[in-house]
């Protein structure tokens, strides 16, 4: 089993409301999405985290139960769910501004982990907000140091530079979860923001010598990269008629996870064995995944049934 740990909030996405512009309450947040994604392609998943008790909690809670999420890690909040709103540009890419101050899922406290996780959790997922807000971030810390070298540990930044008022710790505080990853995945616009001076060959390549097995990088309708010891692998995206990108790349970790379990790397011993052959099928297909999440409105990941066969 992955389990998926992070934030899970309401994006409010912009509609069209009769003559007038307004916002759709929409499930997400990134660590959410990624469990989401996981389940819809019959990985076992679980999310953990802390959900309101609000009527948005309520809707988060059912839809990761409808999705084939356990919920064993989940914890109950009496604080109000994260808002997110979104607002989408000409490129229909996405750019958001939250509301997260004393919310549920950022109150992650060390008292809500579970005093030891079940024997079947293979990998851990980390990302996103929840590597930034308090109380969550310290909490996540303390989780992932205590299942190192335990667990496959796998990180994406998903950088939100509107909540990061330090660059400079953020990017030292990144780098160390980077050194405890055995898998990082980030976005050309992650790179870009945090490293604007050098090209994502080398800032990924650096990354690759604190410590991770594989480094991948998405490049937007350009495909995406991935980077091992020995080679660099990329692959070109897969065409589609964009509706929006919200999720596209939680759609592409869930899809990236999915590939690892069914081809039986989902493994801390097996990772660094990864050949560039196998490297680029797994880009193919979690590209693909990430492309047809493009052509729907919000984060709504692909199902097992709609993508090539994992096996």
Request: aromatic residues 8%; glycine residues 8%; proline residues 6%.
């Amino acid at each position: 089993m992955i389990v998926v740990s992070g934030e899970a909030l309401i994006d409010m996405t912009p509609s069209g409301c009769g003559a007038e512009r307004g916002y759709i309450p929409r499930l997400g947040g990134s660590p959410y999405n990624v469990a989401v994604a996981l389940g819809r392609l019959e990985v076992p998943v679980a999310f953990l985290g802390r959900l309101s008790r609000d009527f948005f909690g309520q809707r988060l809670r059912a839809h990761l139960v409808s999705n084939g999420v356990n919920g064993c890690y989940l914890r109950d909040g009496h604080e109000p769910s994260t808002l997110a709103f979104v607002s989408l540009n000409d490129g229909f890419d996405a750019e958001y501004a939250f509301w997260t101050e004393n919310s549920a899922d950022r109150n992650v406290m060390p008292s809500d982990l579970p005093p030891v996780l079940d024997d079947d959790v293979v990998a851990l997922h980390f990302g996103s907000l929840s590597l930034v807000l308090e109380p969550i971030a310290t909490t996540l810390q303390l989780l992932v140091q205590r299942e190192l070298g335990k667990r496959v540990i796998v990180v994406d930044p998903n950088v939100r530079p509107l909540l990061i008022q330090d660059i400079d710790a953020y990017r030292t505080r990144l780098e160390n979860w980077v050194r405890r990853a055995d898998v990082v995945k980030a976005s050309r616009a992650d790179m870009a923001w945090l490293y604007p001076n050098d090209p994502v060959e080398r800032s990924a390549r650096n990354w690759l010598e604190l410590g991770p097995s594989l480094v991948i990088v998405t490049l937007g309708s350009e495909g995406s990269v991935g980077f091992i010891r020995a080679e660099t692998v990329e692959v070109p995206g897969s065409p589609v008629t964009v509706v929006d990108t919200v999720g596209a790349g939680d759609a592409f970790s869930a899809a990236m996870l999915a590939w690892l379990h069914y081809q039986g790397c989902l493994n801390r011993d097996l990772l660094p064995e990864l050949s560039s052959q196998r490297l680029a099928q797994l880009l193919r297909f979690a590209n693909l995944a990430s492309a047809r999440t493009c052509a729907r409105a919000g984060a709504e990941a692909p199902y097992r049934y709609e993508l090539p066969a994992l096996q």
